[in-house]
């Protein structure tokens, strides 16, 4: 969620990146794109949902400080490394499920590709086509030009 690649940065118009700055801490920052301007009430907010998120895979809650920048914010988060109760049950949860996803938007972006394929080569087809009654019609032009005097 909270890489570069993740849901927030694919939704709001961010650039992220993300640090681990030793094992139960992250320097999370969020660099707001273009012509937006920071939005406090928003950071505090994401803050807030950094706090909770350890909680709902079975770790106790993490700690976050939030710096506010003239273009985003900076957050610290620090998290107990020791696992709770529920832990080891969601990890292995959330890698099925995690995994599941992979491969749907595997298969997806393949069957993508596999589109974009396919049009280009009947662009291609198209594009050789047309090259040839180019070549074709050029030929003609030619003649005629090389033969005008024989016809006058």
């Known amino acids: 969620m909270f890489g570069p690649l993740g849901e927030l940065a694919k939704t709001f118009p961010i650039d992220m990146s993300l640090v681990t700055t030793g094992e139960p801490a992250l320097r999370i920052s969020l660099n707001m794109n273009g012509r937006y301007k920071p939005c406090h009430t928003f950071q505090i907010v994401l803050a807030g949902q950094m706090t909770g998120l350890p909680e709902t895979l079975g770790y106790p809650k ?46 997806t972006n393949y ?11 009947e662009e291609a087809e198209k594009l050789r086509i047309a090259e040839h009654k180019v070549i074709e019609s050029e030929e003609r032009y030619r003649l005629l030009a090389t033969n005008i005097n024989d016809l006058i």
């Open 62 to 107: 993490a700690s976050v400080t939030v710096e506010h920048t003239e273009t985003g914010a900076v957050y610290e988060v620090t998290y107990a490394n020791d696992g709770g109760l529920l832990a080891p049950l969601w990890k292995a949860f959330t890698w099925l499920f995690t995994a599941r996803e992979t491969a749907r938007e595997l298969t």
């Open 111 to 121: 069957d993508s590709l596999l589109t974009k394929y396919q049009e280009l080569q």
